[in-house]
């Protein structure tokens, strides 16, 4: 039986910071932040959608079992960007630093051909979307209000995701254990690390 599971990922200290105690994320719910944060934000966020799309693609091919899901994933990741954009956002605004080493660090898993990588891949995508829909579903920043309501339809697909990736880490060996909980721990730095920058500007 696999030890590493989604409950215990959620419980890591990394988990609170990225979803809850972050000043980024603090700032978004009791409306505190400037709009023009959520815009940089927004800015940084939509330039990973090629490599999102990438992401989602290449483990939807890994995990059949999960194709259908992200496939609606992919769908509805598109369209809010496109759908709910703030007026003010600039087009191919150039990446901060964070943005570019993030992206880096999801294509070196894209390009990776270890045995482990589809369990690898499953579970970041996973944390991708379950961030979206722990943090971003409920903001008080008026020019967040409509890009976050349209990612409130994503939670049951996210859900869902979640039970499949829960199925593969139980048959997971602890080889596998450790790459995703090594993929998982930079993820956590990397969106920490993105946050912090934001909130810098």
Same mark, same amino acid.
């Given at each position: 039986?696999g030890?590493?599971?989604?409950q215990?990922i959620r419980?890591?200290p990394?988990?609170?910071r990225?979803?809850?105690s972050h000043?980024f994320?603090?700032?978004l719910?009791?409306?505190?932040m400037?709009?023009a944060v959520?815009?940089?934000?927004f800015e940084?966020?939509?330039?990973?959608?090629p490599?999102? !799309?990438?992401?989602? +693609?290449?483990? +939807?091919t890994l995990?059949?079992d999960?194709r259908?899901?992200?496939e609606?994933?992919s769908a509805?990741?598109?369209?809010v =960007?496109?759908?709910?954009?703030p007026?003010?956002?600039?087009?191919?605004?150039p990446a901060? *630093?964070?943005? !570019?080493? =993030?992206?880096?660090?999801v294509?070196g898993?894209?390009d990776?051909e270890?045995?482990?990588?589809?369990s690898?891949?499953?579970?970041?995508?996973?944390?991708?979307?379950?961030i979206y829909v722990e943090?971003?579903t409920?903001?008080?920043?008026? +020019?967040? !209000?409509?890009?976050?309501?349209?990612l409130?339809?994503?939670?049951?697909?996210?859900d869902?995701?979640?039970e499949?990736?829960d199925? +593969?880490?139980?048959r997971?060996?602890?080889g596998?254990?450790?790459?995703v909980t090594?993929?998982?721990?930079?993820?956590?730095?990397? *969106?920490?690390r993105?946050?912090d920058?934001?909130?810098?500007?």
């Open positions: 039986m030890g590493l599971t989604t215990k419980a890591k990394a988990w609170r990225v979803t809850v000043p994320v603090k700032a719910r009791d409306g505190s400037r709009d959520f815009v940089r934000w940084q966020d939509s330039s990973f959608g490599t999102i !799309k990438r992401l989602l +693609a290449k483990t +939807a995990n059949p999960s259908a899901t992200l609606r994933l509805a990741d598109g369209s =960007y496109v759908d709910h954009a007026a003010d956002h600039t087009s191919g605004a901060i *630093e964070a943005t !570019k080493e =993030y992206r880096e660090f294509k898993l894209l990776a270890h045995g482990g990588i589809k690898v891949l499953l579970v970041v995508t996973w944390l991708v979307f379950e943090v971003w409920t903001s008080l920043v008026p +020019a967040a !209000k409509p890009f976050c309501a349209s409130r339809p994503l939670a049951p697909d996210v869902a995701l979640r499949q990736v199925a +593969a880490l139980l997971a060996d602890k596998v254990e450790r790459c090594r993929a998982v721990e930079m993820c956590m730095e990397f *969106e920490v993105f946050l920058l934001l909130m810098e500007a």
